[in-house]
């Protein structure tokens, strides 16, 4: 099993910034994408920004420019820097990851959330 615990959420005013982090831990895994998603009252889950192996780095339209993921070298903790907040990036953020458990299953892997509110 993979374990995620996220850090870094809290209340800012807009055009802030935050910077989230995911460190993963457990036995016997092997990770492969990491993400972030987000989920604000009333709405759907939504990916907010990937890093896959091999660099490549994939964000959605309403944060370009302004969040950038990026992962450690050790390939089991993820960022999320978040520049020029604004309301509506107010949401629970969710780290993610698609992980090789025991070297047989690949499993989708879910943290627990941390709450970013952009307030003034």
């Known amino acids: 099993q993979v374990q995620l615990v996220e850090t870094g959420g809290g209340l800012v005013q807009p055009g802030g910034s935050l910077r989230l982090s995911c460190v993963a831990s457990g036995s016997s895994f092997k990770i492969n994408d990491m993400a972030w998603y987000r989920q604000a009252p009333g709405k759907e889950r939504e990916l907010v920004a990937t890093t896959r192996v091999g660099g490549i780095k994939n964000y959605a339209d309403s944060v370009k420019e302004r969040f950038t993921i990026s992962r450690d070298n050790t390939k089991t903790t993820v960022y999320l820097q978040m520049n020029s907040l604004k309301a509506e990036d107010t949401a629970v953020y969710f780290c993610?990851?698609?992980?090789?458990?025991?070297?047989?299953?690949?499993?989708?892997?879910w943290g627990q959330g941390t709450q970013v509110t952009v307030s003034s």
């Open positions: 993610y990851v698609f992980a090789l458990i025991n070297g047989r299953t690949w499993k989708d892997c």
